[in-house]
Protein backbone atom coordinates (compact mmCIF):
# COMPACT_ATOMS: atom_id res chain seq x y z
CA UNK A 1 0.00 0.00 0.00
CA UNK A 2 1.48 2.98 -0.95
CA UNK A 3 2.34 5.65 2.19
CA UNK A 4 4.24 8.52 0.02
CA UNK A 5 0.43 10.14 -0.74
CA UNK A 6 -0.64 13.65 0.35
CA UNK A 7 -2.37 12.82 3.47
CA UNK A 8 -5.91 12.21 4.13
CA UNK A 9 -8.61 14.17 6.26
CA UNK A 10 -11.13 12.14 7.90
CA UNK A 11 -14.44 12.80 9.26
CA UNK A 12 -16.08 10.25 12.08
CA UNK A 13 -19.22 11.45 12.65
CA UNK A 14 -20.55 10.05 15.96
CA UNK A 15 -17.28 9.37 17.11
CA UNK A 16 -18.24 9.56 21.02
CA UNK A 17 -20.69 6.25 20.04
CA UNK A 18 -20.05 2.64 20.68
CA UNK A 19 -19.23 2.20 17.27
CA UNK A 20 -17.58 5.76 16.50
CA UNK A 21 -14.94 4.88 19.53
CA UNK A 22 -13.79 1.67 17.87
CA UNK A 23 -14.15 3.08 14.72
CA UNK A 24 -11.21 5.87 15.91
CA UNK A 25 -9.19 2.58 17.83
CA UNK A 26 -8.92 0.82 14.46
CA UNK A 27 -8.31 4.43 12.29
CA UNK A 28 -5.23 4.35 15.26
CA UNK A 29 -3.71 0.73 13.47
CA UNK A 30 -4.18 1.52 9.69
CA UNK A 31 -2.02 2.30 7.62
CA UNK A 32 -4.56 4.69 5.83
CA UNK A 33 -2.68 7.60 5.84
CA UNK A 34 -4.26 10.18 7.94
CA UNK A 35 -3.64 13.61 7.81
CA UNK A 36 -6.27 15.11 10.17
CA UNK A 37 -8.91 13.68 11.68
CA UNK A 38 -12.32 15.60 12.35
CA UNK A 39 -14.50 13.57 15.11
CA UNK A 40 -18.27 14.55 15.17
CA UNK A 41 -20.54 14.38 18.12
CA UNK A 42 -24.58 15.52 18.99
CA UNK A 43 -22.08 18.62 20.65
CA UNK A 44 -24.27 18.29 23.45
CA UNK A 45 -21.90 18.09 26.35
CA UNK A 46 -18.40 19.30 25.01
CA UNK A 47 -17.01 15.98 24.70
CA UNK A 48 -13.61 14.52 23.59
CA UNK A 49 -12.08 11.72 22.04
CA UNK A 50 -8.44 10.15 22.32
CA UNK A 51 -6.80 9.52 18.88
CA UNK A 52 -3.05 8.70 18.14
CA UNK A 53 -1.85 10.13 21.85
CA UNK A 54 -3.87 12.84 21.23
CA UNK A 55 -7.68 14.07 23.04
CA UNK A 56 -9.61 15.98 19.85
CA UNK A 57 -12.58 18.12 21.08
CA UNK A 58 -15.63 16.19 19.37
CA UNK A 59 -18.28 18.91 18.96
CA UNK A 60 -21.63 19.12 16.50
CA UNK A 61 -21.13 18.32 12.78
CA UNK A 62 -20.30 20.88 10.68
CA UNK A 63 -20.90 21.16 7.71
CA UNK A 64 -17.93 23.08 5.87
CA UNK A 65 -15.02 20.61 8.11
CA UNK A 66 -17.25 17.89 6.21
CA UNK A 67 -16.96 18.80 2.85
CA UNK A 68 -13.32 19.46 2.80
CA UNK A 69 -12.92 15.95 4.03
CA UNK A 70 -11.58 13.27 1.70
CA UNK A 71 -13.50 10.55 3.60
CA UNK A 72 -16.20 10.59 6.44
CA UNK A 73 -17.20 7.62 8.21
CA UNK A 74 -20.98 8.19 10.01
CA UNK A 75 -21.64 6.02 12.71
CA UNK A 76 -24.46 7.99 14.06
CA UNK A 77 -28.04 7.88 13.02
CA UNK A 78 -29.97 6.58 10.24
CA UNK A 79 -31.50 10.74 10.12
CA UNK A 80 -28.16 11.84 10.56
CA UNK A 81 -27.30 10.28 7.84
CA UNK A 82 -29.88 10.74 5.58
CA UNK A 83 -29.71 14.37 6.37
CA UNK A 84 -25.77 14.95 4.91
CA UNK A 85 -24.46 11.45 3.93
CA UNK A 86 -25.65 11.75 0.32
CA UNK A 87 -25.03 15.86 -0.32
CA UNK A 88 -21.61 14.79 0.39
CA UNK A 89 -21.56 12.30 -1.65
CA UNK A 90 -22.54 14.33 -4.35
CA UNK A 91 -19.83 17.01 -3.76
CA UNK A 92 -17.12 13.82 -3.95
CA UNK A 93 -16.19 13.22 -0.49
CA UNK A 94 -16.37 9.40 -0.14
CA UNK A 95 -18.91 8.64 2.80
CA UNK A 96 -18.98 5.33 4.35
CA UNK A 97 -22.09 4.78 6.23
CA UNK A 98 -22.98 2.18 8.91
CA UNK A 99 -26.30 3.45 9.57
CA UNK A 100 -29.27 1.36 7.64
CA UNK A 101 -30.27 4.15 5.70
CA UNK A 102 -28.89 3.40 2.28
CA UNK A 103 -28.34 -0.20 3.17
CA UNK A 104 -31.53 -1.61 0.53
CA UNK A 105 -31.04 1.38 -2.09
CA UNK A 106 -30.27 0.15 -5.25
CA UNK A 107 -27.54 2.79 -6.12
CA UNK A 108 -25.67 1.99 -3.04
CA UNK A 109 -23.12 -0.01 -2.74
CA UNK A 110 -23.61 -2.60 0.30
CA UNK A 111 -19.75 -4.20 1.20
CA UNK A 112 -18.24 -6.81 2.99
CA UNK A 113 -15.02 -6.31 1.27
CA UNK A 114 -13.76 -10.37 1.59
CA UNK A 115 -17.51 -10.85 0.39
CA UNK A 116 -18.49 -8.61 -2.25
CA UNK A 117 -15.47 -6.26 -3.09
CA UNK A 118 -16.59 -5.88 -6.59
CA UNK A 119 -19.50 -4.07 -5.62
CA UNK A 120 -17.61 -1.24 -5.09
CA UNK A 121 -17.61 1.33 -7.85
CA UNK A 122 -15.29 4.62 -8.35
CA UNK A 123 -18.83 7.00 -9.07
CA UNK A 124 -20.71 5.47 -6.34
CA UNK A 125 -19.32 7.49 -3.40
CA UNK A 126 -21.83 6.35 -0.83
CA UNK A 127 -21.29 3.01 0.27
CA UNK A 128 -23.41 1.47 3.08
CA UNK A 129 -21.70 -1.18 5.60
CA UNK A 130 -23.96 -3.70 6.59
CA UNK A 131 -26.24 -4.77 9.50
CA UNK A 132 -23.94 -6.41 12.28
CA UNK A 133 -26.15 -9.37 12.38
CA UNK A 134 -25.56 -10.28 9.09
CA UNK A 135 -22.23 -9.97 8.32
CA UNK A 136 -21.02 -13.28 10.19
CA UNK A 137 -23.36 -15.21 8.29
CA UNK A 138 -22.49 -13.60 4.90
CA UNK A 139 -18.64 -14.08 5.73
CA UNK A 140 -19.26 -17.43 6.49
CA UNK A 141 -21.57 -18.63 4.43
CA UNK A 142 -20.46 -17.11 1.14
CA UNK A 143 -18.32 -20.08 0.37
CA UNK A 144 -20.76 -22.41 1.01
CA UNK A 145 -22.85 -20.72 -1.03
CA UNK A 146 -20.25 -20.18 -3.77
CA UNK A 147 -19.87 -24.27 -3.68
CA UNK A 148 -23.38 -25.53 -2.89
CA UNK A 149 -25.89 -22.67 -3.80
CA UNK A 150 -27.67 -22.39 -0.37
CA UNK A 151 -31.61 -21.81 -1.46
CA UNK A 152 -32.71 -21.40 2.43
CA UNK A 153 -31.17 -19.90 5.57
CA UNK A 154 -32.76 -20.10 9.29
CA UNK A 155 -31.13 -18.22 11.83
CA UNK A 156 -31.91 -17.76 15.77
CA UNK A 157 -29.50 -14.67 17.00
CA UNK A 158 -27.77 -13.80 20.67
CA UNK A 159 -26.98 -10.24 20.09
CA UNK A 160 -25.26 -8.42 22.39
CA UNK A 161 -26.24 -5.45 24.41
CA UNK A 162 -23.93 -2.90 22.51
CA UNK A 163 -25.70 -3.55 19.59
CA UNK A 164 -28.60 -0.98 20.56
CA UNK A 165 -25.82 1.62 21.24
CA UNK A 166 -24.62 3.28 24.26
CA UNK A 167 -27.90 4.17 25.87
CA UNK A 168 -28.85 0.39 26.18
CA UNK A 169 -25.40 -1.01 27.41
CA UNK A 170 -25.89 2.09 30.26
CA UNK A 171 -29.23 0.96 30.82
CA UNK A 172 -28.08 -2.68 31.14
CA UNK A 173 -25.59 -1.68 33.67
CA UNK A 174 -28.04 0.50 35.80
CA UNK A 175 -30.34 -2.65 36.15
CA UNK A 176 -27.37 -5.60 36.83
CA UNK A 177 -26.07 -3.09 39.89
CA UNK A 178 -26.71 -4.34 43.17
CA UNK A 179 -29.07 -7.40 41.76
CA UNK A 180 -25.86 -9.61 43.33
CA UNK A 181 -26.47 -8.81 46.45
CA UNK A 182 -29.88 -10.12 46.25
CA UNK A 183 -31.21 -13.90 46.83
CA UNK A 184 -33.05 -15.75 44.34
CA UNK A 185 -35.71 -15.63 46.14
CA UNK A 186 -35.99 -11.77 46.77
CA UNK A 187 -34.42 -10.76 43.06
CA UNK A 188 -37.00 -13.07 40.87
CA UNK A 189 -40.16 -10.27 41.58
CA UNK A 190 -37.18 -7.47 41.00
CA UNK A 191 -36.09 -8.05 37.49
CA UNK A 192 -39.39 -7.86 35.44
CA UNK A 193 -39.62 -4.13 37.03
CA UNK A 194 -36.36 -2.85 36.23
CA UNK A 195 -36.31 0.42 35.01
CA UNK A 196 -35.65 0.60 31.06
CA UNK A 197 -36.74 2.70 28.24
CA UNK A 198 -33.39 1.84 25.55
CA UNK A 199 -34.89 -1.61 25.03
CA UNK A 200 -38.45 -2.93 25.22
CA UNK A 201 -38.19 -5.36 28.60
CA UNK A 202 -35.41 -5.43 31.40
CA UNK A 203 -32.30 -6.88 29.35
CA UNK A 204 -31.03 -7.82 33.02
CA UNK A 205 -31.48 -11.93 33.60
CA UNK A 206 -33.00 -11.62 30.75
CA UNK A 207 -33.57 -12.09 26.73
CA UNK A 208 -35.72 -10.50 24.82
CA UNK A 209 -37.15 -11.97 21.38
CA UNK A 210 -37.44 -8.24 19.76
CA UNK A 211 -34.93 -6.41 17.85
CA UNK A 212 -36.15 -3.07 16.74
CA UNK A 213 -39.97 -2.29 15.79
CA UNK A 214 -42.70 -5.56 14.65
CA UNK A 215 -44.28 -5.76 11.04
CA UNK A 216 -47.81 -6.38 10.55
CA UNK A 217 -46.38 -10.02 10.01
CA UNK A 218 -44.89 -10.09 13.31
CA UNK A 219 -40.87 -9.86 11.93
CA UNK A 220 -38.79 -7.21 13.77
CA UNK A 221 -36.85 -4.31 12.32
CA UNK A 222 -33.46 -6.70 12.58
CA UNK A 223 -35.51 -9.53 10.86
CA UNK A 224 -36.57 -7.81 8.21
CA UNK A 225 -32.63 -6.03 8.03
CA UNK A 226 -30.87 -9.54 8.01
CA UNK A 227 -32.98 -11.23 5.17
CA UNK A 228 -33.06 -8.35 2.55
CA UNK A 229 -29.35 -6.97 3.14
CA UNK A 230 -27.82 -10.55 2.94
CA UNK A 231 -30.13 -11.07 -0.31
CA UNK A 232 -28.09 -8.06 -1.77
CA UNK A 233 -24.79 -9.00 0.02
CA UNK A 234 -25.00 -12.42 -1.57
CA UNK A 235 -26.77 -11.41 -4.71
CA UNK A 236 -29.48 -13.57 -4.22
CA UNK A 237 -32.65 -12.19 -4.36
CA UNK A 238 -34.62 -15.70 -4.31
CA UNK A 239 -32.90 -16.97 -1.23
CA UNK A 240 -35.45 -17.55 1.63
CA UNK A 241 -34.48 -16.30 5.42
CA UNK A 242 -36.90 -16.46 8.62
CA UNK A 243 -34.70 -15.38 11.45
CA UNK A 244 -35.46 -14.91 14.96
CA UNK A 245 -33.70 -11.71 16.34
CA UNK A 246 -33.17 -12.52 20.18
CA UNK A 247 -31.15 -9.94 22.53
CA UNK A 248 -29.05 -11.61 25.25
CA UNK A 249 -27.61 -10.08 28.30
CA UNK A 250 -24.24 -9.91 26.88
CA UNK A 251 -21.99 -6.76 26.79
CA UNK A 252 -20.00 -7.91 23.24
CA UNK A 253 -20.10 -10.11 20.97
CA UNK A 254 -23.18 -11.30 18.69
CA UNK A 255 -23.74 -15.41 18.28
CA UNK A 256 -26.05 -17.06 16.16
CA UNK A 257 -27.12 -20.54 15.20
CA UNK A 258 -27.44 -20.91 11.36
CA UNK A 259 -29.31 -23.58 9.24
CA UNK A 260 -28.07 -23.66 5.77
CA UNK A 261 -30.33 -25.30 2.98
CA UNK A 262 -28.26 -26.39 -0.44
CA UNK A 263 -29.21 -26.94 -3.98
CA UNK A 264 -26.56 -29.90 -3.83
CA UNK A 265 -25.66 -32.49 -0.77
CA UNK A 266 -22.54 -30.47 1.24
CA UNK A 267 -21.19 -32.53 3.77
CA UNK A 268 -19.54 -31.04 7.06
CA UNK A 269 -16.04 -32.48 6.20
CA UNK A 270 -16.32 -30.19 2.43
CA UNK A 271 -18.02 -27.85 4.31
CA UNK A 272 -15.24 -27.73 7.21
CA UNK A 273 -12.68 -27.46 4.56
CA UNK A 274 -13.84 -24.69 2.55
CA UNK A 275 -14.75 -22.46 5.55
CA UNK A 276 -11.07 -23.33 6.77
CA UNK A 277 -9.75 -21.03 4.19
CA UNK A 278 -12.25 -18.43 3.80
CA UNK A 279 -11.34 -14.60 4.51
CA UNK A 280 -11.83 -13.47 7.45
CA UNK A 281 -12.85 -16.43 9.64
CA UNK A 282 -11.54 -18.61 11.99
CA UNK A 283 -12.76 -21.98 12.05
CA UNK A 284 -12.37 -24.02 15.30
CA UNK A 285 -11.93 -27.65 15.62
CA UNK A 286 -14.43 -29.67 16.30
CA UNK A 287 -15.41 -30.37 19.43
CA UNK A 288 -14.93 -26.29 20.01
CA UNK A 289 -16.61 -23.78 19.60
CA UNK A 290 -16.41 -19.73 20.19
CA UNK A 291 -18.37 -17.53 22.54
CA UNK A 292 -18.96 -13.93 22.79
CA UNK A 293 -16.64 -13.54 25.40
CA UNK A 294 -13.60 -15.01 23.42
CA UNK A 295 -14.20 -12.91 20.37
CA UNK A 296 -14.63 -9.41 22.03
CA UNK A 297 -11.81 -7.23 20.24
CA UNK A 298 -11.24 -10.03 17.87
CA UNK A 299 -11.65 -9.32 14.11
CA UNK A 300 -12.56 -11.92 12.42
CA UNK A 301 -15.85 -14.01 12.58
CA UNK A 302 -15.54 -17.45 14.65
CA UNK A 303 -17.51 -20.55 13.35
CA UNK A 304 -17.85 -23.66 15.36
CA UNK A 305 -20.23 -26.85 15.87
CA UNK A 306 -20.69 -27.46 11.73
CA UNK A 307 -22.71 -30.33 11.25
CA UNK A 308 -24.97 -32.50 9.41
CA UNK A 309 -28.79 -30.95 9.60
CA UNK A 310 -32.06 -33.10 8.85
CA UNK A 311 -30.65 -34.18 5.30
CA UNK A 312 -27.88 -34.02 3.21
CA UNK A 313 -28.40 -30.94 1.75
CA UNK A 314 -28.89 -28.80 5.44
CA UNK A 315 -25.67 -27.72 7.51
CA UNK A 316 -26.19 -26.30 11.20
CA UNK A 317 -22.95 -23.82 12.17
CA UNK A 318 -22.49 -22.01 15.21
CA UNK A 319 -21.25 -18.28 14.95
CA UNK A 320 -19.91 -15.83 16.89
CA UNK A 321 -17.98 -12.29 15.99
CA UNK A 322 -17.73 -8.70 17.61
CA UNK A 323 -20.63 -6.91 16.36
CA UNK A 324 -18.34 -3.20 16.97
CA UNK A 325 -15.93 -4.69 14.92
CA UNK A 326 -16.64 -6.16 12.01
CA UNK A 327 -19.79 -6.02 12.66
CA UNK A 328 -19.42 -2.40 11.74
CA UNK A 329 -16.00 -0.15 12.56
CA UNK A 330 -13.41 -2.62 11.48
CA UNK A 331 -15.61 -3.29 8.19
CA UNK A 332 -16.07 0.54 7.58
CA UNK A 333 -11.89 0.88 7.90
CA UNK A 334 -11.59 -2.31 5.11
CA UNK A 335 -13.85 -0.61 3.06
CA UNK A 336 -11.69 2.46 2.72
CA UNK A 337 -8.33 0.68 2.83
CA UNK A 338 -9.98 -1.17 -0.14
CA UNK A 339 -11.02 2.37 -1.44
CA UNK A 340 -7.39 3.35 -1.05
CA UNK A 341 -5.44 0.22 -2.42
CA UNK A 342 -7.23 0.87 -5.67
CA UNK A 343 -6.13 4.18 -5.73
CA UNK A 344 -9.46 5.91 -5.73
CA UNK A 345 -8.97 7.76 -2.00
N1 LIG B 1 -23.60 -0.92 17.89
C1 LIG B 1 -23.41 -1.79 16.92
O1 LIG B 1 -23.05 -2.97 17.16
C2 LIG B 1 -23.63 -1.38 15.49
C3 LIG B 1 -23.29 -2.27 14.47
C4 LIG B 1 -23.51 -1.92 13.12
C5 LIG B 1 -24.02 -0.68 12.84
N2 LIG B 1 -24.34 0.18 13.85
C6 LIG B 1 -24.87 1.49 13.48
O2 LIG B 1 -23.86 2.45 13.81
C7 LIG B 1 -24.49 3.67 14.22
C8 LIG B 1 -23.96 4.08 15.60
O3 LIG B 1 -24.33 3.07 16.53
P1 LIG B 1 -23.79 3.10 18.05
O4 LIG B 1 -24.16 1.78 18.61
O5 LIG B 1 -22.38 3.54 18.07
O6 LIG B 1 -24.73 4.24 18.69
P2 LIG B 1 -24.44 5.12 19.99
O7 LIG B 1 -23.53 4.42 20.92
O8 LIG B 1 -25.79 5.50 20.47
O9 LIG B 1 -23.68 6.42 19.43
C9 LIG B 1 -24.32 7.37 18.62
C10 LIG B 1 -23.33 8.44 18.22
O10 LIG B 1 -23.99 9.39 17.37
C11 LIG B 1 -23.78 10.70 17.91
N3 LIG B 1 -24.89 11.58 17.56
C12 LIG B 1 -26.15 11.54 18.03
N4 LIG B 1 -26.87 12.54 17.46
C13 LIG B 1 -26.04 13.20 16.61
C14 LIG B 1 -26.17 14.29 15.72
N5 LIG B 1 -27.34 14.93 15.60
N6 LIG B 1 -25.10 14.68 15.01
C15 LIG B 1 -23.92 14.04 15.12
N7 LIG B 1 -23.71 12.99 15.94
C16 LIG B 1 -24.76 12.57 16.67
C17 LIG B 1 -23.66 10.47 19.40
O11 LIG B 1 -23.04 11.61 20.01
P3 LIG B 1 -23.16 11.90 21.60
O12 LIG B 1 -22.04 11.11 22.25
O13 LIG B 1 -22.94 13.36 21.71
O14 LIG B 1 -24.51 11.46 22.05
C18 LIG B 1 -22.75 9.24 19.39
O15 LIG B 1 -21.43 9.62 19.09
C19 LIG B 1 -26.00 3.43 14.16
O16 LIG B 1 -26.47 3.88 12.90
C20 LIG B 1 -26.12 1.92 14.26
O17 LIG B 1 -27.28 1.43 13.64
C21 LIG B 1 -24.16 -0.13 15.16
Redesign the pocket.
Known amino acids: MPLDKPGLRVGV????????RELLHVLDKTRLPIRELRP??????G?TVRFRGKTLAAP??ELEGLRSCDLVFF????E?SKEHAPDLARRGVWVID???AFRLDPKVPLVIPEVNAHALSKDRRLIA?P??TMTPLAVAGNALHRSACVTEVRLATYQAV??A???ALEEFFRQTAGLGRLSAADRAPVLPKLAHSALPRPIACNVIPQVGSFDAAGASGEERKVAAELRKVWDAPRLKVSVTAVRVPVVRGHSMSAWLTFKTPLSPGRARKLLARSPGLVLHAEGDYPTPALVGGKAPVHAGRVRRGATDRELCLWLSFD??LK??ALNSVQIAEELFRRGWL
Open positions: VGATGMVGYSSGKTKSLVSSDVDSSGNCSGGRANLGA
